[in-house]
């Protein structure tokens, strides 16, 4: 039995997207591990808890902070967020109030490149159609109490920090960490 050529390069390029698939299905933990660590500065990721995105501990640590993987289930945009901001994604994820009390600090060094949300909206049903639609490069996040807000624009564009998500519970300052390219 014979095979034509394009039923032999369809046959590789199949077994290929096989193998790609299971590659990318079979992530090791050392490798979740390294992309969460990458979304701060070494001295809080080298001893922070390592989060998968379904809750599991991937590795324990001593400094409070929680470093993930992935923002959201499968996104690779790594994050590192210190107690506050841990507290502030379960009312997210849960659709609950929230209210900063306090400053809190989350980093994205790898930003969130392919990964955008709306500006307005976290819940927002098409965010990567959304038209706020907003991807930021390496940034970091910060949580103040709602009235010291005041007076940050809102327009990713602008050039400098910005509000995210200002009309609701969850609002914050983003804060671009690298110059534009």
């Known amino acids: 039995m014979s095979f034509s050529l394009t039923t032999r390069v369809a046959a590789v390029f199949f ?8 590659a990318v ?20 990721s080298a001893n922070a808890t390592i989060m998968n995105g379904d809750g599991t501990i991937l590795r324990e640590g001593s400094n409070g902070w929680t470093c993930m993987p992935d923002t959201m289930p ?3 945009a790594p994050m590192c967020n210190d107690a506050l ?10 659709k609950a109030d929230f209210q900063a009390d306090r400053i809190g600090i989350s980093y994205m060094l790898a930003g969130d490149v392919g990964a955008g949300v709306s500006n307005s909206d976290p819940y927002h049903p ?5 038209e706020d639609y907003v991807e930021t490069g390496p940034h970091m996040m910060i949580i ?7 007076g940050i624009t809102d327009d990713p564009s602008s050039g400098g920090p910005y509000v995210m998500w200002g009309d609701t519970p969850y609002a914050h300052i983003m804060v671009p960490v690298a ?3």
């Open 85 to 94: 901001w841990m507290k502030m994604m379960m009312a997210v994820g849960s």
């Open 144 to 150: 103040v109490p709602k009235e010291m807000l005041k």
């Open 126 to 130: 098409d965010r990567a159609n959304a």
């Open 25 to 44: 299905a079979e992530e090791s933990t050392q490798e979740k591990i390294d992309r969460a660590m990458s979304a701060a500065p070494s001295a809080i």
């Open 15 to 22: 077994i290929f997207l096989m193998v790609a698939g299971t």
């Open 74 to 76: 499968g996104d690779k």
């Open 179 to 181: 110059p534009d390219e």
